[in-house]
């Protein structure tokens, strides 16, 4: 279940809440830090590694459901709700915003379990992907400006010819254009060119004439 490096971050202003939930996650050899109320949690510098949230819906000063909207302005940090006032209302908007679980107190061992081994794995993957992500856009910045007019046309579908048509150039300077970018992308197919530009969002379809078919 865990990784190392690994951590589940919680916030209740309940100081037994707290202790009873750390002893539970360390036995599943987690490393758990908690925090009484938001303001702490989000003045605590957060280790660069895979994690997720357990927090109270119901906090002094500030919400959970408010720290659950500024998380998500600047992290995915994956959380779970836990409350003992739940209420409708307030599990659809934590839902709504993006939140992964929302258990009632006392909370259920399984449950809980189950969750964090689910938030840990989603940002897990998430993290995996966004420095996929990073990497390509680190390639694509190796591209020319002309190379950059060729991608998103290539990888739309139309052949070296059409591409040649519509750039105005030769065919031939397509094809030197095609090979330089795959090099530069470090694709060892087509396909997996078309991969790596499908995750930045290349082709953008706002800014690429329709294919004709």
Known sequence: MKQTGEVVYLVDD?????????????????????????????????????????????????????????????????????TGHGDIPSSVRAMKGGALEFLTKPVDREALTLAVRTALDLNRDSRVRQADIADIRNRLSLLTPRERQVLPLLVTGYLNKQVAAMLGISEVTVQIHRGRIMRKMVASSFADLVRACGLIGIPDPANTPARQV
Request: with cysteine.
């Open 14 to 82: 309940d100081i037994s809440i707290r202790e009873a939930m750390t002893e539970l996650l360390e036995l599943l050899g987690l490393v758990v830090i908690s925090f009484e109320s938001a303001e702490s949690f989000l003045r605590h510098e957060r280790a660069d590694s895979a994690a997720c949230l357990i927090l109270d819906l119901q906090l002094p000063e500030m919400s959970g459901l408010e720290l659950q909207r500024r998380l998500a302005q600047s992290s995915n940090l994956p959380v779970i709700f836990i």
